[in-house]
């Protein structure tokens, strides 16, 4: 990792550093595998390194360009349906290519929420009315959680 931990100071550095570090956990979990181990099934579900990492540029889209900017679906960079879409991953779609969607996704959220403060709010029709302190704790939890899978799936790529 390359960012250097905050442990103390304003709570929005804070959050936003630990959001940071959580991407760039996530990012780790690929890093350096082939094309084929990153596409490797080893659960039942769509969840393969690959698919992470191009499902957690579409939690950053769904979150930032379309709740937060109120963006369009054909004004995002990318998919931004809430559904299991956000793991699918094209065949001849390389995986530093997911990686630098993941990337330029993460840099757009980080634009959209420096216009807001942490106790603004907006209602969400699922959650309810959300700050944007809950949605970047949200992208924290979201995050660590994926790269957790990922760890997982790695060392069960990398004791086959």
């Not at 660590?144 to 069960?156: C, F, M, S, T, V």
């Amino acid at each position: 990792m390359s960012t250097k931990r905050i442990t103390h100071g304003a709570e929005r550095a804070i959050i936003e550093n630990m959001l940071d570090r959580n991407r760039e956990a996530l990012i780790e979990t690929v890093r350096g595998l082939s094309e084929a181990d990153a596409r490797r099934r080893l659960v039942p579900s769509l969840t393969t390194p690959i698919s992470v990492i191009k499902h957690a540029a579409g939690a950053e889209r769904i979150w930032f360009q379309r709740f937060w900017a109120g963006l369009d679906e054909s004004e995002c960079d990318g998919y931004s349906k809430r559904d299991v879409g956000t793991f699918t991953v094209a065949d001849d779609e390389p995986l530093a290519d997911v990686i630098a969607e993941f990337e330029r996704a993460s840099q757009r959220s980080r634009e959209i929420a420096a216009r807001f403060t942490l106790d603004d709010t907006k209602d969400n029709p699922r959650e309810g009315t959300v700050s944007m302190r809950w949605t970047l704790l949200t992208m924290i939890e979201e995050f660590a959680r994926h790269a957790g899978h990922g760890d997982i799936l790695r060392e069960q790529i990398e004791q086959s």
